[in-house]
């Protein structure tokens, strides 16, 4: 295997593992700037691929190759949907944040299996989707010498996509009006409710965004990657993007590469043994890679990183 | 206003959660076309119907008993171990090698030293969540689930590269001198696989209750997690605190997780997912809200939930993980808890006096109730 095809191969799986992990980490950025902590990505992400694979299964036959793309809108509403659950139990009626986020992602998995085998006759998994989120090649851009074939051959356009994304909630967040205002709810709500500024709408908005962008991360997951929907298409992408979401100081772009480097640790499993130095390490070691250097990276990066002042508290409005 | 954390509750909150995540339940299984009170009957009858079915429940709620009082203990110091899955799977993983290494031994040396062995594990597999937070402030949220995923392929590469024969995907039984479960127990409970590690999680359940009441260390697991600046101020080592706290959490989930590898499998296999008994624990130690009595019950109804619900799917088509809707649903009104406090004052008619005595003993009811009743002036005045 010579260099270009090691670093196309290397690029382009590192874009898939990350594509998910950018939506989800971009979710919860939205949700914490708004002061809600939300653990819950994980279930957000489970209902998310459960609901586009569901999708792709019945529609495949009408939208043709345009149904992943519809599979991701699928996914996301559905995460709103479910999100929701996360936004009352949090804003209205005063749930500790980390306990309404666990109970997500208790309840998720054990609704999407429990609707698989109410649709699938009793089966605990789907089959394999018609129409996947398959790699393309850019036109234009994958003739550029060197660079090109790396990055846009047989490529994930979704990443990219994520990557627009990201830059664009940048934008939001920074220079908007919904995005100040939201971000003065997650730093202060006592001085935002008091200019005006309604603390519920802003942080549901921030809550429901998370569940758009979390489901659609796991949409991208399930419609790329595992290709079906059972018990194991996600195990810790959520907790990861989380991760990547504080590795990335509570901004989109920040996040965004975090997941990017997540999705590194992930593809690892896949293309470790390709690299010359380390083909010969056990493939345990591939598996266990992401999760054991997200610990690290969140023991090294801890410090330097803060959290909105607001994150994690409930706000009262006095009368 | 801004408020954080309203962990207490009672029993009535309990019970209120579970009839409400029971309602859940039903409307869901309505909705999908089942009859809720056939398939409650059948998992009544399925936990309680027959000598087998209630050993069953027995054996099922000894490891969540273990891994509740392990939440409960990490949660009084403030800290929310959602990484007991991992540590019981190195209880479950120490304890049936221990076991293993040495099958001549008489019984008396290798019950213990598998229970211990377990135990040990699972202390050091969360002790380094513990760590990393005391000394690095790393989110104990996200390094136990991290360390539970990494338990699990761990696990399962030890369990397929050095436990089993051959290609196989489970490790021998482990000799019958460290068996939990006997003939005596099987007799009794007709072949049910109820085991001796209830005697275990009982002992559990009183050591924690004289540790967190009785000792100075359980009074600084308090102190921390109530306000953790407050403890360093008065003297207390707080880093210390915190890495015991995690430590006898580990310790139990390991406990739990041994119960399962000596009492319920008698060897290891390659699990698919991470074992169960690991966030069902911390359901019933948030349903208990963390009472070492209350997790005995919580256990016992997660284990009726779990062993009942098989028969669901035996008697009808429902899928049995509708129990897990129903566990969840529980927890999310347990989590709201303020909501059930809030409605109960707005459907009592003529809301009792306020009584000096009754405030001054129990301040945080008192709090929620003048809220609650000051959202209901509130909105009166519209």
């Keep these: 295997m010579n260099i270009t095809t090691l670093l196309l191969t290397v690029v382009s799986t590192t874009l898939v593992y990350s594509a998910p992990m950018i939506f989800t980490a971009l979710g919860g950025t939205f949700s914490e700037r708004s002061g809600i902590v939300n653990v819950g990505l994980e279930g957000i992400m489970v209902m998310g691929a459960f609901s586009s694979v569901v999708f792709n299964l019945f529609t495949a036959d009408i939208f043709g190759a345009a149904t992943p793309w519809f599979g991701l809108l699928a996914g996301g509403l559905v995460g709103v949907l479910f999100s929701l659950m996360h936004a009352v139990a949090t804003i209205n009626w005063r749930t500790d944040h980390i306990i309404s986020g666990t109970v997500l992602n208790l309840m998720a998995p054990a609704l999407g299996v429990y609707l698989t085998k109410l649709i699938f006759a009793g089966k605990g998994q789907t089959d394999i989707i018609k129409q996947p989120l398959a790699n393309v090649t850019i036109p234009g851009l994958s003739d550029i010498p060197f660079i090109g074939p790396i990055f846009f051959r047989n490529t994930s356009l979704v990443a990219y996509l994520g990557v627009f994304v990201a830059i664009f909630a940048w934008w939001v967040l920074k220079y908007t009006r919904f995005g100040l205002r939201l971000r003065s709810v997650g730093e202060h709500p006592e001085a935002a409710d008091s200019v005006g500024i309604s603390v519920y709408k802003y942080r549901y908005m921030g809550v429901m965004l998370s569940g758009l962008l979390g489901g659609i991360g796991g949409a991208i997951m399930a419609e790329s990657i595992t290709l079906n929907f059972s018990v194991s298409t996600i195990v810790g992408q959520g907790f990861m993007s989380l991760a990547a979401m504080i590795f990335g100081k509570w901004n989109p772009i920040g996040a965004m590469g975090a997941a990017i480097f997540f999705g590194f640790a992930q593809s690892l499993a896949i293309i470790g043994k390709y690299i010359p130095v380390i083909a010969n390490i056990p493939n345990v070691w591939f598996t266990l890679a992401p999760y054991l250097i997200t610990i690290i990276v969140l023991v090294a990066f801890i410090g330097k990183s803060q959290a909105p002042a607001a994150d994690g508290s409930t706000f009262v409005k006095s009368r | 206003m801004r408020i954080k954390n309203l962990r207490f509750g009672n029993l009535w909150i309990s019970v209120t959660s579970v009839i409400l995540g029971m309602l859940v339940g039903a409307i869901i299984m309505l909705l999908s076309g089942f009859n809720p009170i056939e398939n409650y009957v059948s998992l009544f009858t399925g936990a309680v119907g027959s000598p087998n079915a209630i050993g069953?429940?027995?054996?099922?709620?000894?490891?969540?008993?273990?891994?509740?009082?392990?939440?409960?203990?990490?949660?009084?110091?403030?800290?929310?171990?959602?990484?007991?899955?991992?540590?019981?799977?190195?209880?479950?993983?120490?304890?049936?090698?221990?076991?293993?290494?040495?099958?001549?031994?008489?019984?008396?040396?290798?019950?213990?030293?598998?229970?211990?062995?377990?135990?040990?594990?699972?202390?050091?597999?969360?002790?380094?969540?513990?760590?990393?937070?005391?000394?690095?402030?790393?989110?104990?949220?996200?390094?136990?689930?991290?360390?539970?995923?990494?338990?699990?392929?761990?696990?399962?590469?030890?369990?397929?590269?050095?436990?089993?024969?051959?290609?196989?995907?489970?490790?021998?039984?482990?000799?019958?001198?460290?068996?939990?479960?006997?003939?005596?127990?099987?007799?009794?409970?007709?072949?049910?696989?109820?085991?001796?590690?209830?005697?275990?999680?009982?002992?559990?359940?009183?050591?924690?209750?004289?540790?967190?009441?009785?000792?100075?260390?359980?009074?600084?697991?308090?102190?921390?997690?109530?306000?953790?600046?407050?403890?360093?101020?008065?003297?207390?080592?707080?880093?210390?605190?915190?890495?015991?706290?995690?430590?006898?959490?580990?310790?139990?989930?390991?406990?739990?997780?041994?119960?399962?590898?000596?009492?319920?499998?008698?060897?290891?296999?390659?699990?698919?997912?991470?074992?169960?008994?690991?966030?069902?624990?911390?359901?019933?130690?948030?349903?208990?809200?963390?009472?070492?009595?209350?997790?005995?019950?919580?256990?016992?109804?997660?284990?009726?939930?779990?062993?009942?619900?098989?028969?669901?799917?035996?008697?009808?088509?429902?899928?049995?993980?509708?129990?897990?809707?129903?566990?969840?649903?529980?927890?999310?009104?347990?989590?709201?808890?303020?909501?059930?406090?809030?409605?109960?004052?707005?459907?009592?008619?003529?809301?009792?006096?306020?009584?000096?005595?009754?405030?001054?003993?129990?301040?945080?009811?008192?709090?929620?109730?003048?809220?609650?009743?000051?959202?209901e002036e509130g909105e009166d005045t519209k």
């Design chain 2, 56 to 375: 069953e429940v027995l054996r099922e709620a000894t490891p969540l008993i273990l891994t509740g009082l392990g939440f409960a203990v990490a949660n009084s110091a403030g800290f929310f171990n959602i990484g007991l899955a991992g540590q019981a799977l190195a209880g479950w993983l120490a304890s049936v090698t221990f076991a293993l290494a040495f099958p001549h031994a008489p019984g008396f040396i290798l019950l213990p030293g598998a229970i211990l062995a377990g135990a040990i594990a699972g202390a050091l597999w969360s002790g380094i969540a513990g760590f990393l937070r005391a000394y690095f402030g790393a989110s104990e949220v996200i390094t136990t689930i991290m360390l539970n995923y990494v338990a699990l392929y761990a696990t399962n590469a030890i369990v397929k590269g050095f436990l089993a024969k051959g290609d196989g995907d489970y490790s021998p039984t482990i000799p019958v001198q460290a068996r939990l479960r006997t003939p005596f127990l099987e007799h009794l409970t007709q072949n049910s696989t109820f085991h001796w590690g209830i005697l275990v999680s009982l002992a559990a359940v009183v050591v924690v209750w004289w540790l967190m009441k009785k000792t100075t260390l359980g009074f600084e697991i308090r102190a921390v997690g109530m306000n953790e600046d407050a403890s360093r101020y008065a003297g207390m080592s707080t880093k210390r605190t915190i890495i015991s706290a995690m430590l006898i959490s580990g310790c139990l989930a390991g406990l739990g997780g041994a119960m399962e590898g000596l009492g319920n499998f008698q060897n290891i296999i390659v699990n698919t997912a991470l074992p169960s008994i690991g966030f069902d624990g911390m359901s019933v130690s948030l349903l208990a809200t963390g009472s070492p009595v209350g997790i005995v019950l919580a256990a016992l109804l997660f284990g009726m939930l779990k062993i009942g619900g098989l028969n669901i799917s035996i008697a009808s088509t429902t899928p049995p993980e509708i129990v897990d809707i129903v566990i969840a649903a529980v927890i999310f009104f347990v989590g709201a808890n303020y909501l059930i406090r809030y409605l109960s004052v707005k459907l009592r008619r003529h809301p009792r006096q306020p009584e000096a005595v009754a405030s001054d003993t129990q301040p945080e009811a008192a709090v929620a109730e003048r809220a609650a009743q000051a959202e």
